[in-house]
């Protein structure tokens, strides 16, 4: 297994407050990237990293901020959580982007639940 | 825009049947296409990869080939096994990953 831990593995938070999720590799790979799983939508990209402070917005980045001040943390910042951002969230990692098709290597998740 | 369409679940099926899940996509320039699959309470893992046309990518007695000419990536199996259940996800990459939303197959003894 690639070496990628996500925590916390379960969070239960209220509406309204802030929620930081991390993501943690051993592996020295440049580009890191938070999706969101539901049902009916399968993977959808929130944000991603091209390396140590270069960040940029994927498909549903709304209401999500994200950090990277080391190679090996990425961290996914809900600054209001909402019920809609109710998910569960993965992290993954790649050693490049793009056609050149490396692939992408999952953490294990974290299931989050806005009350 | 780019993306995956592929066949919704659950797919089931008695265990030594033969597996078929679809898998089409759009996209501008030339992707490469990848089967991946999520076991129960884990992320998802790279099953296989065809990086052009006609390539044929396969594990685990998987297979799927790479048809630039009807867009798509179908996943066969010849003899699902219990232990295969899980869900399934079709992707392709030009700058991004981009995933279909998942087919979860059930295979029963």
């Known amino acids: 297994d690639a070496g990628i831990t996500q925590s916390p593995r379960h969070k239960v938070t209220e509406t309204g407050t802030p929620v930081t999720l991390r993501c943690h590799q051993t592996?020295?790979?440049?580009?890191m990237y938070w999706y969101r799983q539901d049902p009916g939508h399968g993977l959808r990209l929130i944000h991603y990293?091209?390396?140590?402070?270069?960040?940029d917005k994927g498909e549903v980045s709304d209401g999500y901020s994200v950090s990277r001040s080391k190679t090996e943390d990425f961290l996914l910042t809900l600054e209001s959580a909402t019920s809609s951002q109710t998910s569960v969230y993965f992290c993954?990692?790649?050693?490049?982007?793009?056609?050149?098709?490396?692939?992408?290597?999952f953490g294990n998740g974290t299931r989050l639940t806005v009350t | 825009g780019d993306s995956v369409t592929q066949m919704e679940g659950p797919v089931t099926l008695s265990e030594e049947a033969f597996l078929t899940i679809n898998c089409t996509y759009t996209?501008?320039?030339?992707?490469?296409l990848f089967w991946y699959v999520q076991y129960p309470g884990e992320g998802l893992q790279l099953l296989l990869k065809a990086t052009k046309a006609d390539d044929k990518g396969s594990n685990k007695g998987f297979e799927a080939t790479y048809r630039k000419e009807t867009t798509s990536f179908h996943l066969e199996k010849g003899s699902v096994q219990v232990s295969d259940s899980a869900v399934y996800f079709c992707a392709h990459t030009t700058d991004k990953l981009i995933f279909g939303t998942g087919t979860r197959l059930q295979v029963f003894p």
């Open positions: 996209a501008t320039g030339y992707p490469s």
């Open positions: 993954a990692i790649s050693e490049s982007i793009g056609s050149d098709n490396s692939p992408l290597h």
């Open positions: 592996e020295n790979h440049r580009y």
């Open positions: 990293s091209y390396g140590v402070k270069d960040t």
